[in-house]
């Protein structure tokens, strides 16, 4: 994830760097005399220095645990490297002057490697890379106690080291122009920075008191941009990552929604297509002659609506979804399905008028009525079923009524809850499936279905079809007389 930069304030860093360290090279031993001390000011800025450099590294660091940034891993390597020797050395001494020459070729190597790593390295180990420089750190320090550095020799290596750092600069300016690669944008000032405060300490005079103070204080800007920089491509990170996070909980939630659905999906298909074999089987013996005779003229009608009826199941089962918003006759659409409940051995009868049309899926009207037939069946064993339909405003109503215990006033909204099941259930039930379906199925299509006591005992239940297209009929025009 690569964190947004500015470009143009990479040049003018850049620019700025190398304009410090033009001053810190000249005007010091211009302006002061040889003989000043400058160890006061030189401890504090190198102090200041090297906590920058700490915080810089820090930050680079937890940015590459943050968004798997890896050049920012090594960046941080390289900050800690370079900026340590300023908090715990005194390039007055000897000893402590090989130690900055050897932390200066870590940061140099940590550099490089940075210059060159992809943006994302599933083969880094912190722990690995930690102990690391723990041991490297501490065979250093115990070589600068023994193998001191000659100040000649001193001021050599660091023209090699801000040569080398001109070179890597170099390298990283081409490489992002010609292959827009995953270096972190402000190395650049950075490597500026290092072999800016080499090369003062290569080209200072070595017996004037104001000699490290010069390359002290190009660190310290150095250190500076580095940690400013780094501590906002983290809070950048950061804000990134919570957006990245937010983003996946909105995905896991959607799929979360998705498979519910699909699980309900199918168990309402499942349901209706159970209840839909059942009631061909009924029809299907009713053609051997033992129900409804073996005249033609009475088989063909039955015959006709099983041939509806399986269409039907295959529209169940089938992966696409009808079209919603034709207009149908309603008898066209109950009439197969009553035909086969009856000869089933259903104690259903109808009346439809043949010219009342709806609008919606003639397969969910005849699905929604084929559930209450199933349900009176269960809950009013025995008793008839008598289907009617009438017209009210905007819609047709088409009463399914039985003469079973009918329902209790406190469970006639309580039944089309989901896994609700009315008093006196048959343990081998649909789960409490059958009416949530069927309300669930007509709202959607601009409908509702309800239960109300039949006028003699017992209990109707109420299909509401809306004779126009759903969408024109604003919500709460139901009327029910």
Excluded at 115 to 134: F, K, L, Q, Y
Aim: hydrophobic share 50%.
């Amino acid at each position: 994830m690569r964190v947004p930069h500015d470009s143009a304030a990479t040049g003018i860093a850049v620019g700025v760097l190398g304009l410090i360290a033009a001053l810190a090279l000249v005007l010091p031993y211009t302006v002061m005399p040889a003989s000043i001390s400058t160890t006061p000011a030189l401890s504090r800025i190198e102090v200041a220095g090297g906590a920058l450099a700490v915080l810089g590294g820090v930050a680079a660091a937890v940015r590459s645990r943050v968004d798997g940034y890896a050049p920012a891993w090594w960046v941080g390597l390289a900050l800690l490297a370079a900026g340590i020797p300023s908090l715990v050395g005194d390039t007055a001494r000897e000893q402590s002057r090989a130690l900055h020459v050897a932390a200066a070729l870590v940061a140099l190597a940590c550099a490089l490697r940075a210059a060159h790593s992809p943006e994302v390295d599933t083969t880094i180990s912190p722990v690995g890379a930690v102990v690391s420089t723990v041991i490297a750190g501490g065979a250093l320090l115990a070589a600068a106690q023994v193998l001191p550095v000659p100040a000649g020799t001193y001021r050599l290596a660091h023209g090699g080291i801000a040569l080398a750092y001109a070179l890597l600069a170099s390298t990283v300016v081409f490489h992002g122009h010609a292959h827009r690669g995953a270096a972190w944008p402000g190395l650049v000032p950075v490597l500026t920075g290092l072999g800016c405060a080499a090369l003062v300490t290569a080209l200072a005079p070595a017996a004037h008191g104001a000699a490290p103070l010069g390359a002290a204080l190009v660190l310290l800007f150095t250190f500076a941009f580095a940690a400013m920089q780094i501590v906002g491509d983290l809070r950048a990170a950061g804000s990134l990552q919570r957006r990245a996070a937010f983003e996946s909980e909105l995905l896991r939630r959607q799929a979360e929604r998705d498979r519910r659905r699909v699980e309900e999906r199918f168990a309402e298909t499942l349901h209706e297509v159970r209840s839909t074999v059942c009631a061909l089987e009924g029809g299907v013996r009713g053609l051997d002659g033992t129900r409804i005779g073996d005249a033609p003229r009475r088989r063909a009608p039955l015959a006709s609506a099983l041939g509806a009826e399986i269409e039907r199941l295959r529209t169940l089962v089938s992966e696409h979804e009808p079209a919603a918003g034709t207009r149908y006759r309603v008898d066209g659409a109950l009439t197969p399905m009553l035909t086969v409940s009856a000869a089933g051995g259903w104690p259903v009868q109808w009346a439809i008028p043949q010219d009342v049309e709806v609008s919606g899926r003639p397969a969910d009207l005849a699905q929604v009525v084929h559930g209450l037939l199933v349900n009176a069946t269960r809950h009013a064993a025995g008793s008839p079923i008598d289907v009617s339909v009438r017209r009210d405003h905007e819609f047709v109503l088409v009463c399914v009524d039985d003469r079973g215990p009918g329902v209790d006033r406190g469970l006639r909204d309580a039944i089309f809850e989901r896994g609700v099941q009315g008093a006196g259930s048959a343990p081998d039930g649909a789960h409490g499936l059958g009416l949530y379906i069927a309300r669930s199925m007509m709202r959607r299509a601009g409908g509702d279905v309800w239960v109300e006591p039949r006028l003699g005992g017992g209990s109707r239940f109420v299909v509401a079809v809306p004779t126009a297209d759903p969408a024109a009929l604003a919500v709460g025009e139901l009327a029910v007389s």
